[in-house]
Antibody
Framework: EVQLVESGGGLVQPGRSLRVSCTAS????????MSWFRQAPGKGLEWVSF??????????EYAASVRGRFTFSRDDSKGIAYLQMNSLKTEDSAVYYC???????????????WGQGTTVTVS | DIVMTQSPLSLPVTPGEPASISCRSS???????????LDWYLQKPGQSPQLVIY???NRASGVPDRFSGSGSGRDFTLKISRVEAEDVGVYYC?????????FGQGTKLEIK
């Protein structure tokens, strides 16, 4: 079964750090770009960051609201994507979702698999 | 950043009746390869988002054919030909033509 499972969320004080993980199974992780999204309580979806596959140079981009504070990394051998979150703010409180997608060489099929999310509370 | 605007924000629908959601972008979503980088996602109550439509008009795997997407450039529409109870939730459009990827505000579909 194709699956993404987030973990690592929790309660953290403002200014502190937290790392959330996204563990993949059921597919060749290295073939896919990965993205992080978040959803604050009662709010809509917000894109946070993505990282392309190694084939496409592992290009990484961030939303302006997290650039310089958050770092996306991936370990293709383990099938895990990470989001290191530093200098956390109360407004970073949200459910964080990871999703896979293919992007490059003219191909794109949407964010076709999402995890169940992990909750980060900054307070 | 590309601003995505959905309407309506609330959509009560009688089962068996059609439904339509509009999504307008502040810039064209047409990429040089001829595809519109516009997705539709459904977030059912208490669940993660799920892909419904990608590249404006392509149904995702497992999505019933009562769902269809259309449009090009800046104007897009998601249509459900006959709404069923399982279709309730919040529908979001998202552009992926340039980062930052941005979403519409969401349209809450509910059953009358």
């Amino acid at each position: 079964e194709v699956q993404l499972v987030e973990s690592g969320g929790g309660l953290v004080q403002p200014g502190r750090s937290l790392r959330v993980s996204c563990t993949a199974s059921g597919f060749t992780f290295g073939d896919y770009a990965m993205s992080w999204f978040r959803q604050a309580p009662g709010k809509g979806l917000e894109w946070v960051s993505f990282m392309r596959s190694k084939t496409h140079g592992e290009r990484t981009e961030y939303a302006a609201s997290v650039r310089g504070r958050f770092t996306f990394s991936r370990d293709d051998s383990k099938g895990i994507a990470y989001l290191q979150m530093n200098s956390l703010k109360t407004e970073d409180s949200a459910v964080y979702y990871c999703a896979r997608f293919i992007y490059g060489s003219g191909r794109y099929y949407g964010m076709d698999v999402w995890g169940q999310g992990t909750t980060v509370t900054v307070s | 950043d590309i601003v995505m605007t959905q309407s309506p924000l609330s959509l009560p629908v009688t089962p068996g009746e059609p439904a339509s959601i509009s999504c307008r972008s502040s810039q064209s979503l047409l990429y040089r390869n001829g595809y519109n980088y516009l997705d539709w996602y459904l977030q059912k109550p208490g669940q993660s988002p799920q892909l419904v439509i990608y590249l404006g008009s392509n149904r995702a795997s497992g999505v019933p054919d009562r769902f269809s997407g259309s449009g090009s450039g800046r104007d897009f529409t998601l249509k459900i030909s006959r709404v069923e109870a399982e279709d309730v939730g919040v529908y979001y459009c998202m552009q992926a033509v340039q980062d930052p990827y941005t979403f519409g505000q969401g349209t809450k579909l509910e059953i009358k």
